[in-house]
């Protein structure tokens, strides 16, 4: 996965951090010439030097070919500007602003930004589940957040293609809520089947994203 962070300071610095721990490659956009050479020369990455409300900086990152775009700044206006510039201009389909002021945060929304949070924590553990994995996507929080729904997406030669979901321990980690399989849309049961290619509707504690991957054996 792409994915463009603009702003180096200590919310992105921290982003950035995460996402090549988990052997990922994100590009940085960052105003502050000292702030980009200290990047570029600790984590050895792309980091463009300039303002990411500008059309051609986010053409030199490569924001064509991204597939999050997740502004980290202290300015909600640059945040604001540079997640819309993304999305209309160069079709970023997931775009999040930090919000430095809480009372902000629905207006971003509003203006079509994809998520917007105001909290480091929530910031790196948005990117973990995003870019943890390919094949499962986050699309809903419940419970304040504790709770989430998520798709898997099962990949071709699936090593439990065939397997009845009673005979697999997954009960413990989560529950499918859903199989969709072609055109049809299937509710499970103990003796329901799993197939390559399924995609599964789930409901799991928010944080059991890495659990749910190796119980499944869910590669990238």
Do not use: W
Request: hydrophobic share 40%; charged share 25%; net charge negative.
């Amino acid at each position: 996965m792409k994915v463009i962070i603009v702003g180096g300071g200590k919310v992105g610095y921290y982003l950035i951090r995460t996402l090549i721990e988990h052997k990922h490659e994100p590009t940085v956009i960052e105003i502050n010439r000292e702030v980009s050479a200290r990047i570029a020369d600790e984590m050895d990455i792309p980091v463009i030097l300039g303002d990411a409300t500008n059309y051609e900086t986010l053409k030199v990152a490569g924001a064509s070919e991204a597939d999050a775009f997740i502004s980290v700044t202290g300015s909600d206006e640059c945040n604001l500007i540079s997640c819309q510039l993304a999305k209309k201009e160069f079709g970023v389909k997931k775009t999040v602003a930090k919000s430095n002021n809480p009372k902000n945060v629905s207006v971003i929304k509003a203006l079509g930004i994809d998520v917007v949070i105001n909290s480091t924590d929530s910031i790196a553990s948005l990117i973990e589940r995003e870019v943890d994995t390919a094949r499962i996507k986050q699309l809903l929080q419940l419970n304040q957040g504790d709770i989430s729904l998520f798709v898997v997406e099962i990949p071709q030669d699936y090593v439990y293609d065939g397997k009845m979901i009673m005979d697999l321990e997954f009960s413990s980690i989560f529950n499918i809520v859903s199989i969709t399989r072609g055109d049809s849309l299937i509710i499970p049961r103990g003796q329901s089947m799993l197939k390559s290619g399924d995609r599964l509707l789930i409901i799991s504690e928010s944080n059991a994203i890495k659990e749910i991957k190796s119980v499944m054996k869910i590669k990238d």
